[in-house]
């Protein structure tokens, strides 16, 4: 299954994702205090929901702080559940900071959905 995202005011400004790489970007996006609990949940779906550019100006400035921090994390897995990894989960470092840059484009163009 593919996640596809598109800028709310430009669908030729994409950033597609399978659900072994979206997973753990999604997850991460939460752990970091980019998105709260209600977006998490709605960017999990290909529903059609998403930041607003102000919120995906959030996004992409945590994301830098994050990557910044963590400068020798090559990929990001899954969180841990009762003490386990889902190893098979994972999102490489290339991958967010493609997402980024989409990001990038999206604040200007009201923010992006996940379809």
Not at 7 to 16: G, H, I, M, Q, W
Not at 58 to 67: A, F, G, S, Y
Request: proline content about 3%; glycine content about 6%; some cysteine.
């Amino acid at each position: 299954m593919s996640m596809d995202l598109y800028a709310r005011n430009d669908d030729s400004v994409t950033f597609s994702a399978n659900a072994w790489t979206w997973r753990p970007l999604n997850s991460l996006m939460l752990s970091i205090g980019a998105i709260d609990e209600s977006m998490h949940y709605k960017m999990s779906f290909n529903d059609g929901d998403g930041p607003n550019g102000e919120r995906t100006r959030v996004i992409t400035d945590r994301l830098n702080k994050w990557l910044h921090i963590n400068q020798g994390v090559t990929e990001v897995h899954l969180p841990e559940v009762d003490g386990v990894f889902d190893l098979d989960y994972f999102t490489p470092r290339e991958r967010i900071l493609e997402f980024m840059e989409f990001c990038d484009k999206c604040i200007t163009l009201g923010g992006f959905v996940v379809f």
